[in-house]
């Protein structure tokens, strides 16, 4: 799981916004490479609806890093889960079984897979489905909005395996959880 959020964990200001949260040349980079690795994205209707222009709009391909970007996320196979598209676009095909199942058809491809849209996300972490949590920490405080993490579930023990500050301020953070088997 892949998202921007604010110092004091919102991925949404109040009234859902995201424009709080801008991106740097650098950390675009970073993002392409973390993307260019996966093989396969799960996403919510609004995320999907967000990134499509990405696979339709020859616009997006006016600067060498947004065509960059556009190459490597319009070849990404993606699982969109909706109540009300009956259709989608691009290189994405609408949900057709459990969150658990479209993961691990996903995730036998051998590479990762990421998970974005926030009722989305919330609703793999509350199955156990997330083993890593990659947050790009803006230098912002939301005061509320919608949490990276779900307020209903933990606690759960994470290890920061990976950290990084760009020159915009804004920290990467990379974090394993931590699963205690029996016994």
Avoid: C
Avoid at 15 to 26: H, R
Avoid at 80 to 107: C, I, P
Avoid at 146 to 173: M, N, Q
Wanted: proline fraction near 4%; charged fraction near 25%; aromatic fraction near 10%.
């Amino acid at each position: 799981m892949s998202m921007g959020v604010s110092a004091d964990g919102y991925i949404t200001d109040r009234n859902g916004g995201i424009d709080w949260g801008g991106s740097s040349a650098e950390q675009s980079l970073f993002s392409l490479e973390q993307v260019g690795e996966l093989g396969g994205y799960l996403l919510g209707r609004r995320l999907y609806e967000m990134m499509l222009v990405f696979e339709t709009d020859p616009a997006m391909r006016e600067t060498e890093a947004n065509a960059a970007f556009a190459d490597v996320w319009t070849a990404l196979p993606k699982v969109v889960f909706s109540r009300t598209l009956t259709a989608v676009q691009g290189n994405a095909r609408l949900a057709t079984r459990s969150l658990d199942e479209e993961a691990h058809e996903l995730a036998a491809s051998g590479r990762d897979v990421s998970i974005g849209g926030a009722e989305l996300a919330a609703q793999a972490i509350r199955r156990d489905l997330v083993d890593e949590f990659r947050l790009f920490r803006h230098p912002i405080l939301l005061g509320g909005g919608t949490p990276y993490f779900p307020t209903d579930v933990g606690p759960f023990e994470l290890e920061l395996i990976d950290t990084r500050t760009f020159a915009s301020r804004v920290v990467y953070e990379r974090y394993r959880r931590v699963r205690v088997g029996p016994g």
